[in-house]
C-alpha cells in the first residue's frame, strides 16, 4: 500500500542516538594492523512513496583488496552451531549503552560478496553485524529500531571506517511488505542488500556515502528513506 503524503521519522535525542551508536572494529591490509579510526553516525531520515520500480544500474567498481566483491550478493544457511556464528559472537563489541541485558543473538540474515561473508545476528534488543573474509573487515552491535508507523523499513546503524580499504554499511528493519531494498550512493553507484528475517543489510568497500535506501515492493511501488544529516 503506497503513502499518500510524506512520512517524517523523527529525530533522534541525543540519548537516543548514544544508544544506537555502532562499535566497529576493522582490521585493515596485514592482520595486526589494527587502527580504531573510525566514524559511526545515524541520519535523521524521511519516508516517500514513489509509484513505478525501475531497474537499477549497478555501476561501483571495488578497489583492489576488495576485487572479488560484489554489489549483489548472494544468501547462505547461517546456524547457531556454525563457525561462522561462533566467530562473530566472539567478536561482537559490548552492549550498547541503556542496554543492560540481552539473549543470545541468533542468526538471521548471512551473505556472500565474493570471498567476503556479513551475517546480521538479532535478540529481542539488539543486532550485531559481522562482515569477514579471511580476516575480520567489520563487527558491530547497536540497539534494534522499530519501524515507524506508515513506513516498511527502519534504519538501525549507518557506518564504517574512514581507513582506507575498510567498508562502509548500512542495515536495519523491514516489514514482511518489502520484496527488495536497494541502496544509492553519492556518487550514483548501487548497492543491493540482503533481505531475510525482517532486517536488511548493504555494505561496499569504499568511503562513498549512502544517501537513499529504497524499499521496493511487489506491487510496484516503493518507499524512499533518505538519509540526511551527516556529519
Request: charged fraction near 20%.
Amino acid at each position: 500500500m503506497m503513502l499518500d503524503e510524506l512520512v517524517r521519522v523523527p529525530e533522534p535525542s541525543d540519548q537516543q542516538t548514544d544508544r544506537m551508536l555502532t562499535a566497529v572494529h576493522c582490521s585493515m591490509d596485514e592482520m595486526a594492523r589494527t587502527k580504531a579510526r573510525t566514524r559511526q553516525f545515524l541520519a535523521a531520515a524521511a519516508v516517500t512513496a514513489v509509484v513505478g520500480v525501475g531497474a537499477t544500474q549497478v555501476l561501483i567498481k571495488p578497489p583492489d583488496a576488495f576485487a572479488s566483491w560484489t554489489a549483489t550478493p548472494e544468501a547462505f544457511g547461517l546456524s547457531a552451531s556454525s563457525g561462522e556464528f561462533a566467530r562473530c559472537m566472539s567478536e561482537a563489541p559490548p552492549l550498547p549503552p541503556g542496554v543492560l541485558t540481552a539473549a543470545t543473538p541468533k542468526p538471521v540474515l548471512a551473505e556472500r560478496r565474493g570471498a567476503f561473508t556479513a551475517a546480521l545476528l538479532v535478540d529481542s534488543s539488539t543486532t550485531t553485524l559481522c562482515i569477514h573474509d579471511d580476516r575480520t573487515r567489520g563487527a558491530g552491535r547497536v540497539s534494534r529500531v522499530a519501524i515507524p508507523a506508515g513506513a516498511s523499513i527502519a534504519l538501525e546503524a549507518n557506518g564504517g571506517s574512514l581507513d582506507e580499504g575498510d567498508v562502509r554499511y548500512v542495515f536495519g528493519a523491514a516489514n514482511g511488505k518489502v520484496d527488495e531494498v536497494v541502496v544509492h550512493l553519492d556518487n550514483g553507484d548501487a548497492v543491493m542488500a540482503s533481505l531475510s528475517g525482517g532486517q536488511f543489510l548493504a555494505w561496499w568497500p569504499s568511503g562513498r556515502e549512502p544517501v537513499t535506501i529504497e524499499a521496493r515492493h511487489s506491487n510496484g511501488t516503493l518507499q524512499q528513506l533518505s538519509l540526511q544529516g551527516h556529519d
